[in-house]
């Protein structure tokens, strides 16, 4: 007779998942078991269910751009190992991507008794996750899976939980069971997809465009999942709009186009904020307006009038009014833009005359800080590290970063060429996130090359995942920036609480002996002379390797637009912080 | 679109399949979105498998009311929701209020108010039910004078539109 757990692994199976994530324990031990019988899967043991649930984003932010994409599965048991999963399926929820997390329940005759190792783990997801479910019989099985990738995978991504009882998964199905997947199709009365746009929004939309005189897009997560960037790039280049990115937008099209403003928002370029500032119109693409980009909502772009195109209906006029809304998929939209005919060519001299000004405004500085390559006592920038990654990598390689002064450093200096080239956590920021999710991207794309960056506080909080770096060898290039500090932490103390760094130094290992026990390659670097060298050397060697280079602790990540401040209020010079400490 | 003032009060009506954790989600979106929700009631439809959800609260701006209803509408379970117009709509709810009566005050209610007395004990302690609009409830309290209410059991609002 057919089971409960033969049918988790045969609608995985029929769904084309490739690799599933996890770490056993009591409660969900028939699956793996079963799973180790068939060997229909790569099964990758992370260190901890934190660890799975980031390697498993990495299978899905990196292939959502491919030919095939896939979702990325973790599997955990009940209780603590379910909980462990949480923060990172709450980071997939906030970053819209689509993972399927399988946990394992204590028995349905023990539930609600406080059984050991038991946890309300549908109660906890629930408002972390697009959708939860319980199947309570073997027949159920099936048709929860195929609903529950439906739902992650459909319209904006999103996280789903299954939890099956231990007794379900050994269940077999009632006589007369059928399931035919082909043919499956989810009764959802309530699932509102809709990714069509209505002409009459779009005919509005193209007169908006081809009124205005000072236009920006703002180039969204949608467009990188979607793989929309070369049609955003005709559409840009026909209509001359320049374009400003969030920061999951990067990476959509080569970040060195002309008409590219890098990031915007809170440590976006001079160029995009100062742009957004003076536009008249606002073309978002597939974002929300977090707050991070927005900065102040009462003074974000006073005088622009804002085309909102968005998948998730409940996102548009949530944070920003919007003249005209497009809920439909920003790639269809996309496609139908880069080949109206009505659109018409504008040289918008003015408008990019501007643009060029504000382009100059700390170019020099920047510069010379890069040329100098060092702060504070001889020590290494992130801004000079990265520049040169960029350079040794020519901007195709894979970036996965983790959350902090790095991360917005390589926002800002790496040069994306490649198409979905850049993974982190962003809207729920979670450090640690590099190391795991940067496995799943090198196992989702194999033959890029992927650089983990971090920083010395990100790296220990997930660093045992260098054991599953080690046993499937995992080809991944480490790079650690070590400050000694917390660091953008550290920046907001600096700036904003006087200077005094609560909880933010921290004394770590030698992690020169931490990459030996795991037979990692290790070099350490303090000169700038080597950077460029080290880089090469990772390069060059196959496999794994770790380069720890030692940072200032002191530099700023600029420009910045302070919390709780309007984009107008963006700090762009050293020179100000000096004027206002 | 937003208008500052006196917070409105408001109804929406929502459709929503009858699974189990519906409920659990609706008010943990209330709390979690921190909405000033005041009634909260469900129903069985026609319609088997679907119920019917009315929501009251009270809120000033239009632009985050209508939150609510995108908020409630990417919910899975959730069929439709939408805002009644509150001019167009009939807004009820019922009350079962105990309180000390004698016939004097009984005669002089059931003159004033279409209730049901459900019971009636020794020493005057009575059982009434009364529904309709949430004003002629809180007169019917009134009606019956403050120091005399033992308990008030009110369900919540039910809506329609015409």
């Given at each position: 007779m057919t089971t409960g757990k033969e049918l988790v692994l045969k609608a995985l199976e029929d769904l084309g998942v490739r690799y599933v994530f996890g770490y056993t324990g009591g409660a969900i031990m028939p699956i793996f078991d079963e799973m180790e019988r068939r060997k229909c899967f790569t099964f990758i043991m992370a260190r901890h269910e934190q660890g799975a649930a980031f390697m498993a984003q990495g299978i899905s932010r990196a292939s959502q751009s491919t030919a095939d994409p896939q979702i990325g599965v973790c599997m955990a048991t009940s209780g603590p190992g379910a909980m462990n999963l949480v923060t990172a399926v709450a980071d997939a929820m906030m970053d819209s991507v689509p993972l399927l997390a399988v946990t394992g329940q204590v028995a349905t005759g023990v539930?609600?008794?406080?059984?050991?190792?038991?946890?309300d783990v549908v109660g906890v997801m629930m408002p972390l996750t697009k959708q939860t479910y319980m199947p309570l019989a073997a027949d159920r099985i099936e048709e929860t899976l195929h609903e529950a990738i439906y739902v992650a995978m459909t319209g904006r991504g999103g996280p789903v939980l299954v939890d099956i009882p231990k007794d379900v998964q050994t269940q077999a199905v009632s006589d007369g069971y059928r399931f035919d997947p082909s043919a499956f199709q989810p009764e959802?009365?309530?699932f509102y997809y809709s990714p069509a746009p209505e002409r009459e929004a779009v005919r509005r939309a193209v007169a908006l465009i081809n009124q205005s005189e000072r236009p920006i897009v703002l180039c969204g997560h949608g467009v990188v999942s979607r793989s929309a960037g070369e049609d955003l790039r005709i559409f840009a280049e026909k209509a001359r709009i320049p374009i400003g990115f969030t920061l999951h937008g990067l990476s959509a099209l080569p970040v060195d186009h002309p008409l590219s403003l890098g990031m915007v928002g809170m440590h976006g370029t001079v160029e995009a904020n100062r742009a957004l500032l003076h536009a008249d119109l606002i073309l978002s693409l597939g974002m929300r307006f977090d707050d991070r980009v927005t900065g102040k909502l009462e003074t974000f772009a006073p005088n622009a009038k804002v085309i909102h195109v968005e998948i998730d209906p409940s996102e548009i006029d949530k944070n920003v009014s919007t003249?005209?809304?497009?809920?439909?998929?920003v790639g269809e939209v996309l496609r139908l833009l880069a080949r109206d005919p009505q659109i018409t060519s504008q040289p918008r001299r003015a408008w990019f005359e501007s643009i060029e000004a504000f382009r100059r405004e700390t170019a020099a500085e920047v510069e010379e800080e890069i040329a100098a390559g060092v702060g504070r006592e001889g020590r290494l920038l992130m801004k000079y590290i990265v520049r040169r990654l960029s350079e040794v990598t020519a901007g195709k390689d894979i970036i996965v970063s983790d959350v902090g002064q790095h991360q917005m450093i390589l926002a800002r200096f790496y040069n994306f060429q490649?198409?979905?080239s850049w993974f982190t956590s962003g809207g729920a920021g979670t450090m640690g996130c590099a190391l795991p999710m940067a496995v799943g991207v090198k196992l989702a794309r194999p033959g890029e090359r992927v650089w983990a960056v971090m920083g010395d506080g990100g790296f220990q909080m997930n660093l045992q995942e260098l054991g599953t770096v080690m046993e499937y060898q995992i080809d991944i290039k480490i790079v650690l920036l070590n400050n000694g500090y917390l660091g953008m932490v550290r920046q907001w103390q600096t700036l904003f609480y006087d200077g005094r760094y609560a909880g933010t130094p921290l004394k770590s290992p030698d992690f020169g002996l931490i990459a030996q026990a795991y037979g990692i390659p290790y070099r350490r670097v303090t000169d700038t002379d080597e950077v460029g060298e080290a880089l090469r050397q990772a390069v060059d060697h196959p496999g794994a390797f770790m380069l720890e280079l030692r940072c200032d602790p002191s530099e700023i990540v600029l420009p910045m637009v302070p919390a709780g401040g309007g984009i107008a209020d963006m700090i762009v010079s050293k020179k100000q912080i000096g004027e206002s400490k | 679109m937003s208008s500052n003032g006196q917070p409105k009060r408001r109804a929406i009506l929502a459709f929503v399949l009858n699974r189990s954790g519906v409920l659990n989600k609706i008010s943990m979106l209330i709390r979690r979105k921190m909405y000033n929700v005041e009634t909260l009631t469900v129903c069985a439809t026609l319609q088997p498998g679907i119920s019917r959800l009315t929501l009251t609260l009270r809120e000033a701006n239009d632009a985050k009311a209508l939150q609510v209803v995108k908020q409630l509408e990417k919910?899975?379970?959730?069929i439709s929701a939408r805002e009644l117009d509150i001019d167009q709509s009939f807004w009820r709810e019922v009350a079962i209020v105990k309180f000390e009566g004698d016939n004097n005050l009984l005669a002089a209610l059931d003159q004033r108010f279409p209730m049901e007395i459900l019971d009636r004990r020794e020493r005057g302690l009575c059982v009434a039910q009364i529904a309709g609009t949430s004003k002629r409830i809180d007169d019917f309290i009134a009606a019956i004078g403050k120091e005399k209410v033992v308990e008030v059991a009110r369900s919540g609002f039910t809506a329609m539109e015409m």
């Open positions: 539930i609600a008794t406080d059984a050991f190792q038991e946890s959802l009365p309530g003249m005209v809304a497009l809920n439909a998929d490649t198409p979905n | 919910m899975t379970e959730v």
